[in-house]
T-cell receptor, first 113, second 112 residues
Framework: DAGVIQSPRHEVTEMGQEVTLRCKPISGHNSLFWYRQTMMRGLELLIYFNNNVPIDDSGMPEDRFSAKMPNASFSTLKIQPSEPRDSAVYFC???????????FGPGTRLTVL | ELKVEQNPLFLSMQEGKNYTIYCNYSTTSDRLYWYRQDPGKSLESLFVLLSNGAVKQEGRLMASLDTKARLSTLHITAAVHDLSATYFCAVDPTSGTYKYIFGTGTRLKVLA
């Protein structure tokens, strides 16, 4: 079975540019989570969805960040405009139900110059 | 504020030795997860602990959960080099927020 799929795996962009990260959850999973990992702050939950509906976006750092889940098999995390402090590894995870084991994708390593 | 603390943060140990990683959390929870992360890689699920007294074992790793003490342990038996990685615990509070709170991670290095 395919796990959580994320693209791109690496992204290098310049400050001010728009960045879009993509995630395909495991088929059948109905909860999706976006995390950010940095050395300084560790793993942070940004936003999560249940049945395609955003449940809690309190972890989104600021208005430059937005996330959507138009259907059960696809989600995006967008940063516009990007800043160097957004450089991090962004993970997507999915689970069957909110109270369940989460399975993580390979991550997208974002570098903003 | 919910806190999840792991100790030690760094652990360097010889092959063949035993050691325990501790995960303390500050709120009520009866669900705790352990993950492994290799450098530059994603998080791999190791154990799911869903009740007080739960104990799970896989190979040289054994995890346990004491919800009354708000403590989980990850015990390593006769460590081997392949266990070198960072280990995270994650707590799922029973407050209904459905938000994993991750510990700081324990970076384990097993020396040959």
């Amino acid at each position: 079975d395919a796990g959580v799929i994320q693209s791109p795996r690496h992204e290098v962009t310049e400050m001010g540019q728009e960045v879009t990260l993509r995630c395909k959850p495991i088929s059948g999973h109905n909860s999706l989570f976006w995390y950010r990992q940095t050395m300084m702050r560790g793993l942070e939950l940004l936003i999560y969805f249940n049945n395609n509906v955003p449940i809690d976006d309190s972890g989104m750092p600021e208005d430059r960040f937005s996330a959507k889940m138009p259907n059960a098999s696809f989600s995006t995390l967008k940063i516009q405009p990007s800043e160097p402090r957004d450089s991090a590894v962004y993970f997507c995870a999915s689970s069957f139900g909110l109270v369940a084991e989460q399975f993580f994708g390979p991550g997208t390593r974002l570098t903003v110059l | 504020e919910l806190k999840v603390e792991q100790n030690p943060l760094f652990l360097s140990m010889q092959e063949g030795k035993n050691y325990t990683i501790y995960c303390n959390y500050s709120t009520t929870s009866d669900r705790l997860y352990w993950y492994r992360q290799d450098p530059g890689k994603s998080l791999e699920s190791l154990f799911v602990l869903l009740s007080n007294g739960a104990v799970k074992q896989e190979g040289r790793l054994m995890a346990s959960l004491d919800t009354k003490a708000r403590l989980s342990t990850l015990h390593i038996t006769a460590a081997v080099h392949d266990l070198s990685a960072t280990y995270f615990c994650a707590v799922d509070p029973t407050s209904g927020t459905y938000k994993y709170i991750f510990g700081t991670g324990t970076r384990l290095k097993v020396l040959a």
